[in-house]
């Protein structure tokens, strides 16, 4: 069998007027990933992503790291896209949001992110500018099913993967059939620049490894958010 690399991005900008742009700390979370690959002979064989910038971002930043001149053009995967946090917090909760700048602030941040998923993937809440959690989990599906054709066409793909914590805990939701609640806890617990990985063939997927933070030997560059 092959293999699928999950990786989220790096550490984005959390309270910033633009969340999505990786910080410095995303940046060397990255190019460290990139770095340990590299001393390890790791190669590519397909590269899918999202659009948005941050992972974009991330993949030129463990490109530097991993410094292969013959890395395989990134197909973007709108099915890879994170959902909106504030979008579904603001869905459940009316009041003024305080930007997640202390650590108090994040908890809560947190706290109400885990109550407005949990009510969108229940279809009790529809938050502004979203599809509904269905037509979230089919997206990732969709990738999924790219990467197995690619497993199709290459006996051991290697096949890199970079979205968020969202896409990626739902497509191991997928493989492992757990319900909303275990979906979430998964989620929130995805680290900036982790690996997951899948065994895949053409015709099944199964997890090998999560959340592995390996190339962060350094633990000054951990970071959830």
């Given at each position: 069998m092959g293999t699928l690399y999950l990786v989220r991005h790096g550490q984005a900008s959390l309270g910033a007027e633009d969340y999505?742009?990786?910080?410095?700390?995303?940046?060397?979370?990255?190019?460290?990933?990139g770095r340990y690959w590299r001393e390890r002979g790791q190669g590519f064989d397909a590269v899918l992503t999202g659009t948005l910038k941050?992972?974009?971002?991330?993949?030129?930043?463990l490109s530097e790291g991993l410094q292969q001149a013959d890395l395989p053009t990134a197909v973007q995967c709108p099915g890879l896209d994170e959902y909106d946090s504030e979008a579904l917090i603001r869905a459940i909760h009316s009041g003024p949001l305080e930007r997640p700048l202390t650590p108090e602030a994040a908890r809560a941040h947190f706290r109400l992110l885990r109550e407005g998923l949990a009510a969108w993937m229940a279809g009790r809440a529809a938050p502004e500018g979203m599809s509904g959690y269905a037509e979230f989990s089919a997206g990732v599906a969709a990738a999924l099913r790219q990467v197995q054709g690619i497993a199709a066409e290459k006996?051991?793909?290697?096949v890199l993967l970079v979205s968020s914590g969202g896409p990626i805990s739902t497509a191991i939701g997928q493989v492992l059939g757990?319900?909303?609640?275990?979906?979430?806890?998964?989620?929130?617990?995805?680290?900036?620049?982790?690996?997951?990985?899948?065994?895949?063939?053409?015709?099944?997927?199964a997890l090998q490894t999560f959340n592995s933070v390996a190339h962060l030997d350094d633990t000054a560059l951990l970071s959830f958010a």
């Open positions: 999505d742009q990786l910080s410095d700390l995303g940046r060397r979370q990255c190019q460290a990933l941050r992972h974009q971002q991330s993949l030129a930043a006996a051991r793909a290697r757990t319900p909303p609640d275990a979906t979430i806890e998964l989620n929130l617990r995805i680290r900036n620049s982790a690996v997951s990985e899948f065994a895949i063939s053409a015709k099944r997927m």
